[in-house]
């Protein structure tokens, strides 16, 4: 017998203590009969303003990640959800595919991460040359550029904005981002996309495509719509870009 409330999907969603974002997000843009549950990996609220809180910042998440597997389980989900971005880029192409592996033995469960959502959202859209919009430290961009660059993409540009803790991420308003969405927007470009999972950006990057002209990939939007679609759930939904809206 199905859930009462999430009659069509059940899922389980990590997510990071300090992250107040990807739950809310998650809800406003779901269809009926799609439910969240989320398991919250315990993470000290900690500066990020150089690497090495960065690196500290990734390492408590890698220390948390199996407890709080091992807690929503337990629900019985019918899908994963891994609402972090960092880690899932972590190492390229390998580093992501053995991330992949290990969520998938440990749950016995079809997985959504950030990099494979972001990968499928560029597939479908057929984009090849990328803007990166990153909350996180310098450290990172060797990684996106090592995955989007073995996954055959091309990043023209990362822009970082300035976060000094990983609480603040969640502090970032549509004041900041609009102007460095237009940064972003070299020739040439063909999508633009967000990382960090506590970067509020779902319904702006709606708007910021038809501004633009060009997709706006923003990563909670991205990563639910790959969850739905594995799902087999094909509702479009309106209001947060193209990916829920078109495909």
């Known amino acids: 017998m199905p859930d009462v409330l999430g009659y069509r999907a059940k899922v389980g969603l990590l997510v990071p203590s ?3 974002v990807v739950e809310p997000e998650f809800y406003a843009m779901a269809p009926p009969g799609v439910t969240f549950h989320a398991s919250r990996m315990y993470v000290p609220a900690r500066g990020i303003a150089s690497d090495a809180d960065a690196q500290a910042f990734m390492d408590d998440q890698r220390a948390a990640l199996s ?3 091992r807690d929503v389980l337990t629900l019985e989900p019918d899908y994963l959800v891994l609402g972090i971005t960092s880690l899932t880029f972590v190492d390229g192409l390998d580093g992501h595919r ?3 592996r290990e969520l998938e033995a440990a ?3 079809r997985v959504t991460t950030a990099a494979a959502a972001v990968h499928a959202a560029l597939q479908v859209c057929r984009a090849r040359r990328l803007a990166i919009l990153s909350p996180l430290p310098p ?6 550029r090592r995955f989007f660059g073995e996954a ?3 990043v023209v540009q990362i ?3 300035q976060c000094p ?5 969640a502090h970032v308003d549509e004041g900041t981002l609009r102007p460095a969405l237009q940064d972003l927007d070299e020739p040439g470009v063909d999508a633009i996309v967000q990382v960090g999972a506590d970067l509020v950006m779902a319904r702006l990057a709606d708007e910021a495509e038809r501004w633009l002209g060009k997709p706006v990939i923003a990563i909670n939007a991205a990563m639910l719509w790959h969850a739905l679609r594995a799902c087999d759930i094909r509702d479009q939904v309106r209001g947060y870009g193209m990916l829920l809206r078109d495909y």
């Open 18 to 20: 300090t992250n107040t």
């Open 67 to 69: 407890t709080a597997l």
């Open 98 to 100: 053995r991330l992949e």
């Open 107 to 109: 749950s016995s469960l």
């Open 139 to 144: 450290m990172m961009d060797a990684h996106y």
């Open 152 to 154: 055959g993409y091309d």
């Open 159 to 161: 822009k970082r904005l």
């Open 165 to 169: 803790t990983t609480v603040s991420i």
